[in-house]
């Protein structure tokens, strides 16, 4: 019934910047603003890694080490929105990123989409 939906990957320089959104839809029972909400991303051949996270209200986030200073997660709760702010890119952030809904016993997920950094 949830349905996430990311957009804005695409191809970039090292050094610059992609502002990646999950549109999120479907909270028939418990609403969009009781979740907490993740980024998390995927390169070939590696283990999936938590990006980003941000709680329901949006006062409390969390970074990976890999891109603490550089990303920001972001909700707008009116709107259903959540966004992963990138700057100062590096090759290694090239992965596909899902956008990540998630409750104590229940999760969703978004189709992903795909950042490549390359000169």
């Known amino acids: 019934q949830v349905q996430l939906v990311e957009s804005g990957g695409g191809l970039v320089q090292p050094g610059g910047s992609l502002r990646l959104s999950c549109t999120a839809s479907g909270f028939l029972f418990i609403p969009f603003t009781m979740y907490g909400m993740n980024w998390y991303r995927q390169a070939p051949g590696k283990e999936r890694e938590l990006v980003a996270s941000?709680?329901?209200?949006?006062?409390?986030?969390n970074y990976a080490n890999s891109v603490k200073g550089r990303f920001t997660i972001s909700r707008d709760n009116a709107k259903n929105l959540v966004y992963l702010q990138m700057n100062s890119l590096k090759s290694e952030d090239t992965a596909v990123y899902y956008c990540?809904?998630?409750?104590?016993?229940?999760?969703?997920w978004g189709q992903g989409t795909q950042v490549t950094v390359s000169s």
């Open positions: 990540n809904a998630y409750l104590p016993r229940s999760d969703y």
């Open positions: 941000i709680s329901s209200a949006g006062g409390n986030t």
